[in-house]
């Protein structure tokens, strides 16, 4: 797959349908892979991977991408589909300055979870069909898909591409997926229960705001978060109360328009 | 003869200046009896109310809010009220959502000339809310006295 998109992204490099291309690079570590933007072939053969790591949402990007000169090629997951025609119907960027390129996606891998499975020194990974081989300094380790995917991907909505100008691989279907469950299991609570389990979910919060920077629907260019006159632009969380108000002001903000990418749940 | 240390919850109501104030004025006037545990603040209109002020409401130790303005279609800026009852409508679902009762956050259309309707309406949410007890879930514990 990492060979085919590097071949074809070279192509409409060379051919000057578009001057750059949005994709991933590794970052730090193997598994945190990072977006970037590359602007030659060489730079695509050093730089560009497209792995079962490569979670990010490049849609996003395009806000900032799109403002410069030329045509961005970008590579779209069919999640990332829902939050790019989202960003589209609030005109965030420039639809005739992108090229969209969907490939397939069968869920990712958790660099996270791999690690709680005792998984060290990670330097790569292959996919085949429903096994990951995650490779090591220590040697290869291989697990089954759905054992170490993020969360957000065992409630995966859709496998469809809803917008693209063109397809790498087969394109698949709208899943019926399980992801109101935990909603309707919610709303069967008494307000102590919900609020007992609210309080644990969001105690966790330490308002890095990494939620917020990630989210697509949140590219808002000034943030109240960030309006010290708002009264809840501080970072550190004085108490209970804070986590509370910065997060219901924040689902609030993005209600109606979140697209369940699921980055926020990987910040 | 009531009880002197019995609860009394500490409500906030957010009233508009076109209706609803003039409909608590109206109460007021008229000799109508509601609870003094209502604290009106007045707003230019409903829709001036941002969420955040409910929150802080709590925040600041209400047992519950409620927000009158007027009724739709006679709003005195055409569609604030509008705005107002969408606004409200997603933030009290998803208080609710949270674990805060929705009997505790109400909206409610006050016209003018609805003195009673507004006695009525503040007699009627005291007791709900009384009911209920005090807020514990969203208060700071920095505000507390």
């Not at chain 2, 998803?94 to 674990?99: E, F, N, R, S």
């Not at chain 2, 009997?103 to 000339?113: G, N």
């Amino acid at each position: 797959m990492q060979g085919m998109m590097i071949a074809r992204a070279k192509e409409l490099l060379q051919d000057g349908t578009v001057n750059r291309v949005l994709g991933w690079q590794a970052g730090e570590f193997a598994y945190d892979i990072t977006p970037a933007v590359f602007e030659t072939a060489e730079e695509l053969d050093a730089g560009f991977v497209y792995n079962a790591f490569c979670g990010n949402n490049l849609s996003k990007y395009l806000i900032k991408e799109t403002k410069k000169d030329g045509k961005v090629l970008v590579f779209l997951k069919p999640c990332d589909t829902y939050s790019f025609n989202q960003l589209l119907t609030e005109h965030r960027f420039d639809r005739e300055k992108v090229y969209a390129i969907g490939i397939p996606c069968e869920g990712k891998t958790s660099g996270e979870m791999l690690k709680a499975k005792g998984v060290s020194g990670i330097t790569g990974i292959d996919e085949d069909g429903d096994s990951i081989t995650v490779h090591t300094v220590y040697g290869d380790q291989g697990f089954n898909r759905s054992d170490v995917l993020e969360e957000r991907c065992l409630t995966c909505k859709s496998k469809k591409h809803v917008a693209y100008d063109e397809l790498i691989g087969e394109d698949g279907e709208v899943l019926d997926s399980h992801r109101f469950d935990m909603v309707a299991k919610l709303e069967a609570m008494t307000p102590d229960e919900r609020f007992a389990f609210w309080r644990s979910q969001l105690s966790k919060c330490i308002r890095c705001n990494a939620c917020r920077n990630v989210c697509p629907a949140c590219s808002c260019e000034k943030c109240v978060f960030d309006n010290p006159e708002s009264g809840i632009a501080q970072k550190a969380a004085a108490d209970s109360f804070e986590e509370n108000m910065f997060q219901i002001i924040r689902a609030f903000h993005v209600a109606g328009r979140c697209t369940d990418c699921g980055e926020c749940s990987r910040a | 003869m009531p009880e002197v240390n019995a609860y009394k919850p500490k409500i906030v109501a957010f009233c508009c200046n076109w209706c609803s104030y003039a409909g608590a004025d109206l109460a007021g006037t008229n000799r109508l009896n509601y609870p003094a545990d209502v604290k009106i603040i007045r707003v230019p209109c409903s829709c001036r109310v941002n969420p955040m002020f409910i929150l802080r409401a709590f925040q600041r130790g209400a047992d519950g809010v409620i927000l009158c303005g007027c009724h739709p279609g006679d709003c005195h800026y055409t569609t604030g009220n509008y705005y107002a009852r969408r606004r409200m409508t997603l933030l009290f679902s998803m208080l609710d959502y949270l674990g805060i009762e929705k009997e505790r956050t109400r909206v409610e259309w006050v016209s003018a000339a609805e003195g009673a309707k507004f006695a009525a309406t503040m007699n009627e949410f005291v007791s709900t809310v009384a009911a209920l007890g005090e807020n514990k879930r969203l208060e700071d514990l920095r505000c507390k006295e």
